[in-house]
């Protein structure tokens, strides 16, 4: 999955946002009551949209469901003024019943599609692992393991590099079917 610069930038301070509000100076986790109180402050929010989305976006925490991951990964490499339209990603990016009440207030503003979709993309990115942090987690296991995973030449299975491929492949489909130009 190849990361845009603009999300590769958002995706620890989202992060790092849903920590604060994860637990209190005792420990407790307190997440769900600090989220519903964030819930209820939109009219403050809706000022930070532009300046601060991180901040803003973690009121849709577990509000999305991606029923076409290999098509959010491509949405994830663009800027956002290469996004599409909100409603052209109804199949890709799905609300549950109490974020699309919430997604109305955000789609009355101007840039409330793209509001969302950045949301939508920082809580897809805190539902994977860090490519970083996967990628150095990978190396270690391959320094740990005792061949078992190799081929009779001694080299690694290369399969998750095919199904890349086609996860890739199948997004710039996608992408294309979306009026943008293919990308060689």
């Not at 849903?18 to 989220?35: C, F, Y």
């Not at 840039?111 to 996967?134: C, M, N, T, W």
């Not at 190396?139 to 393991?145: F, I, L, M, W």
């Amino acid at each position: 999955m190849s990361i845009s610069p603009f999300f590769h930038e958002l995706r620890s301070a989202y992060q790092a946002e849903l920590d604060d509000l994860a637990s209190d100076s005792e420990g407790k986790d307190v997440l769900r009551q600090r989220l519903a109180a964030k819930r209820k402050e939109v009219d403050f929010l809706l000022q930070m949209v532009e300046l601060c989305p991180e901040m803003v976006a973690v009121v849709f925490h577990q509000g999305f469901r991606f029923p076409q991951p290999v098509l959010m990964d491509q949405l994830l490499s663009l800027e956002p003024d290469d996004f599409p339209e909100w409603d052209s990603l109804e199949n890709v990016i799905q609300l549950t019943p109490w974020a699309q009440d919430l997604a109305k207030v955000f789609l009355k503003e101007p840039s409330g599609g793209r509001f969302l979709i950045v949301a939508a993309g920082l809580e897809y990115l805190h539902g994977k692992a860090d490519p970083a942090q996967a990628a150095q987690a990978a190396a270690d296991d391959d320094h740990e393991e005792d061949g078992e995973d190799r081929d009779a030449d001694g080299t690694f299975e290369h399969d998750d590099n095919e199904d890349a491929r086609t996860r890739e492949e199948a997004g710039a489909d996608w992408m294309v079917e979306q009026g943008f130009d293919r990308k060689d």
